[in-house]
């Protein structure tokens, strides 16, 4: 897994406000970045957590055809 970020970095790239948060704010963000993430990890990691869905581990190339230049 040598492409997968670190802990540190998803929370660096992660404390970037959304315009949202920003307009409400946030007094330490690398905070609500962690707690955020570490929220979605365990959603991701229980499969059973939303019953009535499917989480998907596609990448953007498996989920779209190529198209081909033409000759």
């Not at 970020?5 to 929370?11: F, L, N």
């Not at 570490?38 to 229980?46: G, K, M, N, V």
């Not at 055809?65 to 000759?71: A, G, L, V």
Request: net charge negative; hydrophobic share 35%.
């Amino acid at each position: 897994m040598s492409d997968a970020k670190s802990d540190q970095e998803r929370i660096e790239s992660r404390a970037h406000l959304l315009p949202e948060e920003a307009a409400v704010g946030s007094e330490d963000s690398e905070a609500q970045a962690d707690a955020i993430l570490t929220e979605s990890d365990l959603r991701a990691a229980d499969h059973n957590a939303a019953p009535d869905t499917v989480l998907e581990r596609r990448s953007s190339a498996e989920t779209v055809t190529p198209i081909e230049p033409p000759d």
